[in-house]
């Protein structure tokens, strides 16, 4: 049974059937006399084999680890709605656990969630860090480039680890990109007997037989060479690789603010290129989402690249071209086009799917396509601007302006 054919069930059921019970390292030693009750005397206990192991005492119902993917598990849960089903977790089920996903199947009156301090809590009591004002990250199943956006000096950053690995190539990345000196500490095996915090420079990191159930702590220092992203757009030109295709930094800049995301928001970038500003609309924050749209493969591949080295792996890249590429899309909260707009039936797919209220914003240098948005603009309205920038470069021993091609964009907002 797929995921989204588990609909949420209704108040029908006995209220709170499904209990989310938090568990740490010290096992049974660390629940109260409630979540122990509830685990012995669950039909279902699910959890990882870890967890399972930890509370094996406790546990007279049938047992369950999670398969892969999580989601096999949904419909085994369902049908024991009504009758007591305990699912383990790590810490807090709602804190980068498996409550949200839980919480999308069985309505929210009947779980019961008894938390424990989440690894975050314990890391930040061990560090003496304050939780608001550091950083929370997890890499356990992601790219560990997700890692680079919050690069900023100065900051402190708690990142789950997806295992014993994840802290030594971390400090790799660290090292390549001029952060030697940010300090690492590893904290392993948190809140039981096997807990150990250690600390070493990115530089010259050399702690060894790692546990896999680690925490990181990062304190980011950067020297004058460290590569840091900045936070505002208009990232510098030459921290993409490009083919030539590429909206410049200042032009792309002001096309970030026509598009307006808003957090969370999809785009869609039609004529991806390098894939720069689909790179910068994933940057301003980490809920946004974008698809890119690039019929060369050469071109699709290289923006795949740049995203990873700039701290969006998540920008999903499909290779084809529009508008037959954009068929069973998801629907888009704004559109950008920056690559050629004739009239091929681009325009037509993407303002039908477009949300209402939705953006629409459109480059174009070719004095064709300018035609092509003169067009528009008078059909659908919206802002017509002619954006040019022209830089200074030597004129034999003098210094002169040299102006880069205009570039007229069309923005617009869908009724």
């Known amino acids: 049974m797929s995921l989204h054919a588990l609909e949420t069930v209704s108040s029908e059921a006995p209220a709170r059937w499904l209990a989310l019970v938090g568990i740490g390292e010290d096992g049974v030693d660390g629940l109260t006399e409630a979540a122990k009750a509830l685990v012995r005397s669950a039909a279902l206990v699910v959890g990882g084999d870890r967890h399972l192991a930890l509370a094996a ?41 498996v409550g949200r996903m839980l919480a999308g199947i069985v309505a929210p009156e009947e779980i019961l969630s008894l938390p424990q301090p989440s690894s975050f809590s314990l890391a930040a009591s061990r560090l003496a860090w304050s939780l608001p004002d550091l950083t929370p990250v ?40 001029g952060l030697g000196d940010s300090r690492i500490h590893v904290l392993e095996a948190l809140g039981g007997p096997r807990e150990t915090v250690r600390h070493a420079p990115a530089a010259s990191f050399d702690l060894e037989t790692i546990d896999p159930l680690n ?46 995301p808003r957090q969370g928001e999809l785009l869609w970038d039609v004529g991806l290129g390098a894939g720069s500003v689909a790179i910068e609309w994933l940057l301003r924050h980490p809920a946004m989402k974008a698809i890119g749209i690039e019929e060369r493969p050469e071109r699709a591949a290289r923006a795949a690249r740049n995203a990873a080295a700039l701290g969006t792996p998540d920008l999903r890249i499909v290779e084809g071209r529009a508008p037959e590429a954009l068929s069973g899309l998801p629907v888009p909260d704004a559109v950008f086009v920056g ?37 528009l603009h008078a059909q659908h309205g919206g802002e017509l601007l002619r954006l040019q920038v022209a830089r200074a470069e030597p004129v034999g021993t003098m210094t002169g302006w040299r102006p880069a091609m205009p570039v007229t964009q069309w923005r617009v907002r869908k009724p």
Request: hydrophobic letters at 45%.
């Open 57 to 97: 005492e406790l546990i007279n119902g049938r047992k369950l680890a999670w398969p892969r993917p999580m989601t096999l598990a949904f419909p085994e849960i369902v049908a024991h709605r009504g009758r007591p089903v305990v699912v383990l977790a790590s810490g807090d089920p709602f804190h980068y656990g």
């Open 339 to 375: 690559g050629g707009f004739s009239d091929d039936g681009v325009f037509d797919t993407v303002w039908s799917a477009l949300k209402p209220g939705g953006r629409l914003v459109v480059n174009a240098v070719a004095l064709e396509t300018e035609a092509r948005l003169f067009a």
């Open 215 to 260: 925490l990181i702590g990062l304190e980011v220092i950067a020297g004058p060479d460290a590569t840091v992203l900045p936070l505002a757009p208009g990232l510098d030109d030459a921290l993409f690789e490009s083919d030539g295709q590429l909206t410049k930094r200042d032009i792309r800049a002001v096309t970030l603010a026509a598009l307006a």
């Open 138 to 177: 997890t890499l356990h199943g992601r790219p560990l480039e997700t890692i680079i956006r919050h690069l900023q000096p100065g900051v402190k950053i708690l990142a789950l680890s997806w295992d014993e690995t994840t802290p030594r190539k971390l400090a790799d990345l660290l090292v390549a990109r």
